[in-house]
């Protein structure tokens, strides 16, 4: 987002981590028309809890597939080392 709005990603994104370290400092983040850390509570902008909570399940859903994909891999590549070529007993 800071990206986008022209800003200093490395700069604001220090400074936003900072504010969020400091007790109280939950109600900061980036402004997008300005691409600076402000008080987005002040400004009006929140993240319905709809838009969080679809998020959390996307990404569990990416990270169950990734697995998933994985054990797939992992079985060919095992099937293929006990399929080869076998020796005469």
């Known amino acids: 987002l800071v990206h986008n709005c022209g800003g200093d990603v490395v700069r604001v994104m220090t400074d936003l981590r900072a504010r969020h370290a400091v007790a109280g400092g939950v109600n900061w983040g980036i402004d997008g028309n300005k691409g600076v850390?402000?008080?987005?509570k002040?400004?009006?902008i929140m993240?319905?809890?709809?838009?969080?909570?679809?998020?959390?399940?996307?990404?569990?859903?990416?990270?169950?597939m990734l697995l998933r994909i994985d054990d797939i891999i992992s079985g060919i590549s095992k099937?293929?080392?006990?399929?080869?070529?076998?020796?005469?007993?």
């Open 37 to 40: 850390v402000a008080d987005v």
């Open 42 to 44: 002040s400004l009006g």
């Open 47 to 64: 993240d319905a809890f709809a838009v969080k909570q679809q998020t959390l399940r996307t990404s569990v859903e990416a990270a169950a």
């Open 79 to 89: 099937k293929k080392r006990s399929d080869g070529p076998q020796q005469p007993a």
